[in-house]
């Protein structure tokens, strides 16, 4: 069983910056690869970036390249969000989830909510233009 917490979210005005946390507990977070998705209301959860259990490689989704960047510290069982130049269109709830321990061919699935078996609780972020 994992528990997934997520922190950091809040008002920031256009082009401002801020670092999303998500604290897991349990003892095989370091074997899981971990995901960043978001929902903004009336549309579908989305992919936002994601991240392989060593930290190895990292996808993102074409929306935030350049401008978020997902890492991890397996010694704190923490994955981060840091996301800068943000923009309306990037208010949503943002959630972290994590992969089914030591499951196979990250570069396919990292981008669906289907092969992530643990969800946190999102935490809400919103951009004033």
């Known amino acids: 069983q994992v528990q997934l917490v997520e922190s950091g979210g809040g008002l920031v005005q256009a082009g401002g910056s801020l670092r999303l946390s998500c604290a897991a507990s349990?003892?095989?977070?370091?074997?899981?690869?971990m995901g960043w998705f978001r929902q903004a209301p009336g549309k579908e959860r989305e992919f936002v970036a994601a991240i392989r259990w060593n930290g190895d490689s990292t996808y993102y989704a074409d929306f935030v390249k350049g401008r978020f960047t997902i890492s991890r510290d397996n010694a704190k069982n923490t994955v981060y969000l840091q996301m800068n130049s943000l923009k309306p269109e990037d208010t949503a709830v943002y959630y972290c989830?994590?992969?089914?321990?030591?499951?196979?061919?990250?570069?396919?699935?990292?981008?669906?909510?289907?092969?992530?078996?643990?969800w946190g609780q999102g935490t809400q972020v919103t951009v004033s233009s």
């Open positions: 349990g003892r095989t977070f370091s074997s899981r690869a």
């Open positions: 989830a994590a992969a089914p321990s030591g499951l196979s061919g990250f570069n396919s699935w990292y981008g669906r909510t289907i092969n992530y078996d643990y």
